[in-house]
Structures are given as structure tokens and as C-alpha cells.
């Protein structure tokens, strides 16, 4: 089994959009958004403090992808890069293999 993490850059539809097609692949096991783990500090004296994180009403989601192939993990790669390209966001992927 693979365990991907997709950092997704986009609205809450655009991610039910990816979840949802991505579950459809056969062989995922698990599609799952997860908790942002990672605190967000703002630098009181950056030129930036106070202002939101998500302009243009983006935000960041983790989901995450558990395969049970190398061919399942790459048919989600193929569809991730397949999808940011459709839906014009922006996606990293990680692997548990990386």
C-alpha cells in the first residue's frame, strides 16, 4: 500500500471535485481530508500581518490517498496532474516513498 498526500490549493468544491473522482480509481482504498497540522504565524511587523491566507477565497486542503498498487498510485498521479490542469489549481504531491 501507498499513502499520497495532496496539498490542494483551491476552494472546498474544487476539492470534493478531486476526492470524489479520485475514489472512483479503482484500486484506492482511502481518500481522506486531513487536519493542517502546521501553525500559521504572522509576523507582527511583516507587511503582511493581518491579512488572510486564502486570497480570492482559496485555501489549502490535505487530502490524503491510500492505494493498494504502484499502478493505482499512478493512475491518482495521472489524474491529479490531469485535474489541476482541468480545474487550474495548484496540487503537490507527496509520497510515502518519496
Known sequence: MALLRLLI???ADTVSTIS???DGIEGVERV???DDLMDHLDDADSSSAGLSDNAGGS??????VETDSDEATQAVRDA???????????VEIESDND
Open 32 to 34: 481522506e481530508p486531513v
Open 59 to 64: 485555501q489549502l486542503t490535505t487530502l490524503e
Open 80 to 90: 491529479v496532474l490531469n485535474l489541476s490542469r482541468a480545474l487550474d489549481v495548484v
Open 20 to 22: 470524489k473522482h479520485l
Open 9 to 11: 490549493t483551491g476552494d
